[in-house]
């Protein structure tokens, strides 16, 4: 890639980190949005977007749980299920003519839930699931995040939000700390595939830690980030689009 090419992707990468650590995540499936708009290889999307995934979610839990917004037991209880789950979908390697297509259909599922219209609960009581059914939900999220190189916290936040279990602020506390570790068991089911990071990589990086930093800021400053989220979901569905029908 030529040096305006990076920089333009580092650009939209950092702004990709600002829009998802507002509201806990860490942004690969806006990560592998931007570089599939850049036609960049499937064997390079997936490494890259865990390992920007876990500088952005490693900084976003840092912050959540300084502020106190992290349900501990709660996420535990999804991690169990989930981490040993992301590490066996790591071991599958997809072909390009499968991987960009089910990529895509992830993008279009994370734009739908960016351009929801309303709010998706507001909570005052929440009860947490019992035990199987938490560790079942991480373990399903988990599988299909090592799978796609996402780090499934566009899917957990939507869920513990429509069934109750946790207020709005602590579910971007618990989602942080799900990526985070879904996304390093993910990464560490398939080593080999560190071979195929782009050498841009550091440019990316501090795009996206500068983004988070920014991000995590406005997350827990309570500043609304609905219309640049819907923003977001508008991009998803072309770069979903686009996969699949390449």
Same mark, same amino acid.
């Given at each position: 890639m030529d040096t305006t090419t990076?920089?333009?992707? $580092? $650009?939209? +990468?950092?702004?990709?980190? %600002?829009?998802?650590?507002?509201? &806990?995540?860490? *942004?690969?499936?806006?990560? #592998?949005?931007? +570089?599939?708009?850049? /036609?960049?290889?499937?064997?390079?999307?997936? =490494?890259? !977007?865990?390992?920007?995934?876990?500088? %952005?979610?490693?900084?976003?839990?840092? @912050?959540?749980?300084? /502020?106190?917004? %992290?349900?501990? @037991?709660?996420?535990?209880?999804?991690?169990?299920?989930?981490?040993? !789950?992301?590490?066996?979908? *790591?071991?599958i390697?997809?072909?390009?003519?499968?991987? @960009? =297509?089910? %990529?895509?259909?992830?993008?279009?599922? /994370?734009a739908a839930r960016l351009l929801w219209p309303r709010e998706i609960a507001r909570l005052g009581d929440p009860k947490p699931p019992n035990m199987a059914i938490g560790v079942a939900s991480g373990a399903?999220?988990?599988?299909?995040?090592?799978?796609? &190189?996402? &780090? *499934? *916290?566009?899917? #957990?936040?939507?869920?513990? #939000?429509?069934?109750?279990?946790? !207020?709005? @602020?602590?579910?971007?506390?618990? $989602? /942080?700390?799900?990526?985070l570790c879904v996304s390093i068991a993910g990464l560490a089911g398939n080593l080999s595939s560190v071979g195929g990071l782009p050498p841009e990589l550091p440019y990316f990086i501090g795009a996206v830690a500068l983004g988070a930093l920014v991000g995590t800021q406005l997350g827990l400053s309570r500043l609304p980030a609905n219309r640049l989220l819907q923003a977001l979901g508008c991009v998803l569905v072309v770069a979903g689009a686009k996969l699949i029908l390449s």
């Open positions: 990076v920089l333009l992707i $580092a $650009a939209l +990468m950092g702004l990709i980190a %600002v829009l998802y650590t507002s509201v &806990g995540h860490a *942004g690969a499936s806006g990560y #592998l949005a931007i +570089m599939a708009l850049f /036609a960049v290889p499937a064997a390079t999307m997936r =490494p890259t !977007a865990l390992v920007l995934n876990i500088i %952005v979610a490693s900084f976003t839990t840092f @912050r959540f749980a300084r /502020a106190g917004q %992290v349900n501990w @037991r709660l996420l535990l209880l999804f991690v169990a299920g989930a981490v040993p !789950a992301a590490f066996i979908a *790591g071991l390697t997809l072909p390009g003519n499968i991987y @960009r =297509p089910l %990529v895509g259909m992830i993008l279009l599922l /994370a399903a999220i988990g599988f299909l995040s090592g799978l796609t &190189g996402t &780090g *499934g *916290g566009i899917f #957990l936040s939507p869920l513990i #939000l429509f069934c109750g279990w946790e !207020a709005v @602020r602590k579910t971007s506390g618990i $989602a /942080a700390g799900f990526i």
